[in-house]
């Protein structure tokens, strides 16, 4: 279950606990895929999982040619599908988005680039800032070899260049399912702007979105 007293006061959180992205490098230096998936005719999807996907969907609204970007949950069954009972880290599930996109505008490698160097901390295992548990573990659900070739190749990428301070502990697995979440996780960021736990944890992806990646930003 998410935090919920972000509201007490953010400021003292900042000091007792690392944003999600705290240990990323500058993502303006960060390395394009070296293997990557060419351009296809029609939307692809694809999902990850990098915490609250209050966040993950956040950022992916902001990214040029992403058409969609939906909340949901991924690993495990349709009938555990729901956020009460993923938050209890007992179903298989991770929070995940389901990022529906233009590959004649944005690759799967950058959106790869962006996960890894804006949306979280690859490195924090089972958690993600405030937020413990496997439901908020760091996830590549691949739907294709494709996708899996592209994303294995690229974690071997950012390790050999020793990007992170720590290992990445991403996990690269198939997609068995993607069940959307309840209707008010959806939009959440842009429906609630100002709430604390998102103005610390997630807005300051945003903007380092629009500086650090200005290529790949759509706003």
Same mark, same amino acid.
């Given at each position: 279950m998410k935090r919920m007293f972000w509201g007490i006061a953010p400021l003292l959180f900042a000091a007792l606990s690392l944003s999600p992205s705290a240990l990323a490098v500058d993502a303006s230096k960060f390395p394009d895929a070296a293997v990557d998936i060419p351009a296809a005719q029609g939307n692809q999807t694809a999902v990850f999982a990098g915490g609250c996907f209050w966040g993950v969907e956040g950022v992916y609204e902001h990214v040029k040619g992403v058409k969609s970007a939906v909340s949901g949950f991924a690993g495990g069954s349709k009938g555990t599908a729901q956020y009460e009972t993923v938050s209890t880290g007992r179903t298989?599930?991770?929070?995940? $988005?389901?990022? @529906?996109?233009?590959?004649?505008?944005?690759? %799967?490698? =950058?959106?790869l680039k962006v996960f890894f160097s804006i949306v979280h901390n690859p490195t924090e295992l089972n958690r993600q800032g405030p937020d413990e548990g496997t439901q908020y573990r760091s996830a590549i659900f691949y739907a294709n070899d494709d996708q899996k070739r592209v994303a294995e190749a690229y974690i071997a990428q950012l390790e050999a260049a020793h990007v992170f301070p720590r290992?990445?502990?991403?996990?690269? $697995?198939?997609? @068995?399912?993607?069940?959307?979440?309840?209707? %008010?996780? =959806?939009?959440?960021?842009?429906?609630?702007?100002n709430e604390p736990y998102l103005v610390y944890n997630d807005w300051p992806k945003i903007e380092a979105l629009k500086k650090q990646l200005p290529a790949l930003c759509a706003r």
């Open positions: 298989g599930h991770a929070e995940s $988005v389901q990022v @529906t996109y233009d590959p004649a505008k944005i690759t %799967y490698g =950058q959106l290992k990445i502990v991403t996990q690269v $697995v198939p997609l @068995t399912g993607f069940y959307q979440a309840e209707p %008010y996780h =959806q939009h959440y960021m842009s429906l609630h702007p």
